[in-house]
């Protein structure tokens, strides 16, 4: 499960990557500095993990991650292979969510491919790009559609009607992500695999100044971001940058605090990157080791397992589940059990987030 960071020639998206990863990706002031798609695996932010750690003390902790790819930079006429369109658009494909960072800051030493600051014309740039390739996609699948009608069945002809009403709503210029579906129409849809389809989310790059006090774009931003009932993060990649390069943990919170933030900005992105994608943890505590585990939301208690290790999916017998409100409340698993607060549950149990589990199996 993958992240696109997307966007146009120097809005900032490397610089951003190197912020939230290890991998080192290279950051300049020209367009396509980056041409094969970096891939960084992100441990994602939780105070749940540090509180299970200062009241278990394991010889090790391990977070959850997430796994976050800088893509090219597109440009016009990507959908017709301009630039290095048609290997940003395979490399969006392979991911499962996007991350679509706008320019939202002037500075004259950064060129900008356009020529001038506008993150609401760059975006409906990128978003034409994508809606062009999916105009190909579903007027392939609408010409096959068409084949199927004469059968009379009604899943053929509500399919038909289906791909060509999303192929006039995406010639109006719309993304896939607002065409309403119901259940039937969803699967539909899921059958041609859109880009304009994906979750998306929206960073704006601004300077220190907008970091404290907002800019013009901001606003702009939200409110487009809320017709495709998207969320918006705005964070200072540069910034970022400063704060990664600052030792100890003293340092940079109190080079937070003369920003007046709680926490790094891409500490927030990341938390949302994993949302996006409709993942949750659940967590093991023991002596040995404390680790976040990532599942997808709606997971049941053996798939949960499986993660660990196929075994344990295969042979599952049952679950022993702590909330993690009572794990912290009462301060071990011996006095939650005490007080009869662990669950024990079977294949059918939903696993929440937050679950503090330990698997009983047999193979």
Same mark, same amino acid.
């Given at each position: 499960m993958k992240c696109g960071i997307v966007g146009l020639p120097n809005v900032g998206k490397s610089t951003l990557f190197n912020c939230l990863s290890n991998a080192k990706a290279q950051s300049a002031n020209y367009p396509f500095c980056t041409i094969e798609p970096n891939l960084g695996t992100v441990s994602v932010p939780d105070e749940r993990l540090n509180k299970l750690q200062e009241l278990v003390k394991p010889e090790r902790v391990l977070p959850a991650v997430v796994e976050i790819v800088d893509i090219a930079g597109l440009v016009k006429g990507a959908s017709k292979g301009e630039g290095l369109g048609n290997q940003f658009l395979a490399n969006i494909r392979e991911c499962e969510a996007i991350i679509h960072v706008l320019r939202c800051f002037d500075n004259g030493n950064i060129v900008h491919v356009e020529g001038s600051v506008d993150p609401i014309r760059?975006?409906?740039?990128?978003?034409?790009?994508?809606?062009? $390739?999916?105009?190909?996609?579903? !007027?392939?699948?609408?010409? $096959?559609?068409?084949?199927? &009608?004469?059968? !009379?069945?009604?899943?053929? &002809?509500? %399919?038909?009607? %289906?791909?060509?009403?999303?192929?006039?709503?995406?010639?109006?210029?719309?993304?896939?992500?607002?065409?309403?579906?119901?259940?039937?129409?969803?699967?539909?849809?899921? *059958? @041609?695999?859109?880009?304009?389809?994906?979750?998306?989310?929206?960073?704006?790059?601004?300077?220190?100044?907008?970091?404290?006090?907002?800019?013009? /774009?901001?606003?702009?931003?939200?409110?487009?971001?809320?017709?495709?009932?998207?969320?918006?993060v705005v964070l200072a990649a540069q910034i970022e940058a400063d704060i990664n390069e600052l030792e100890t943990y003293e340092e940079r919170q109190m080079f937070l605090e003369e920003l007046g933030l709680q926490e790094p900005g891409v500490n927030r992105l990341i938390r949302k990157a994993y949302d996006l994608l409709n993942l949750q943890t659940y967590f093991t505590a023991g002596v040995k080791e404390?680790?976040? /585990?990532?599942?997808?939301?709606?997971? %049941?208690?053996?798939?949960?397992?499986? @993660?660990?290790?196929?075994?344990?999916?295969? !042979?599952?017998?049952?679950? *022993?589940? &702590?909330?993690?409100?009572?794990? @912290?409340?009462?301060?071990?698993?011996? $006095?939650? $059990?005490?007080? !009869?607060?662990?669950?024990?549950?079977?294949?059918?149990?939903? @696993?929440?987030?937050?679950?503090?589990?330990?698997?009983?199996f047999n193979v």
């Open positions: 760059d975006k409906e740039i990128i978003d034409i790009e994508l809606q062009l $390739k999916d105009l190909e996609t579903v !007027g392939k699948a609408v010409e $096959k559609a068409k084949k199927f &009608i004469k059968s !009379g069945k009604k899943e053929d &002809i509500l %399919t038909y009607e %289906t791909l060509q009403a999303l192929q006039k709503f995406l010639e109006d210029g719309r993304n896939a992500r607002e065409f309403e579906t119901n259940d039937l129409t969803q699967s539909i849809l899921d *059958e @041609v695999h859109l880009l304009t389809k994906k979750p998306i989310l929206y960073v704006c790059n601004v300077d220190e100044n907008s970091i404290k006090n907002g800019n013009e /774009w901001i606003p702009k931003i939200e409110e487009m971001a809320a017709r495709e009932a998207a969320e918006v404390v680790r976040a /585990w990532t599942i997808e939301k709606g997971w %049941t208690a053996p798939q949960a397992a499986g @993660v660990i290790h196929t075994d344990f999916e295969k !042979g599952f017998i049952r679950a *022993e589940v &702590i909330r993690y409100e009572d794990f @912290v409340h009462y301060g071990s698993e011996a $006095k939650v $059990k005490e007080a !009869g607060k662990m669950g024990v549950e079977g294949k059918e149990y939903i @696993v929440q987030d937050g679950d503090v589990m330990h698997f009983r």
